[in-house]
């Protein structure tokens, strides 16, 4: 359980896939760069390579988690996380598509 000031230091926003490409040796990893808007383009690694063609995602606006603390993995920075739900075996990135949402929007 949290409280809701813990829950007020989430920053979740919109962000536009601009490139995506697997990482050389590891199988569940995809590498992303990803646009939150007002010129903060940043990298994102992502464990979704088994469920998603890197192709497919570019030009998608997914849902982030823009605040966590940067970390180096398998030799990228993530300065991020993408959104996924589970569903079964599969895991569906979280998308604002329909609306065209723009990047950097909040959710909440």
């Keep these: 359980m949290i409280t809701i000031a813990d829950f007020q230091k989430i920053q979740m926003k919109t962000a536009r896939v601009v490139t995506a490409e697997r990482i050389a040796d590891a199988q569940k990893l995809l590498a992303l760069t990803v646009d939150l808007g007002d010129g903060d383009v940043r990298p994102l690694v992502a464990g979704i390579a088994q469920h998603y063609e ?10 982030v988690l823009a605040n966590l603390q940067p970390v180096v993995i398998r030799g990228h920075e993530s300065r991020g996380m993408l959104l996924a739900v589970k ?10 598509d ?7 929007l909040p959710v909440g």
Excluded: Y
Excluded at 98 to 104: C, K, L, Q, V
């Design 54 to 63: 890197p192709e497919t995602l570019i030009g998608k606006t997914i849902i």
């Design 98 to 104: 329909g609306g065209g949402a723009a990047p950097g």
């Design 87 to 96: 569903d079964g075996g599969m895991l569906k990135v979280l998308t604002a």
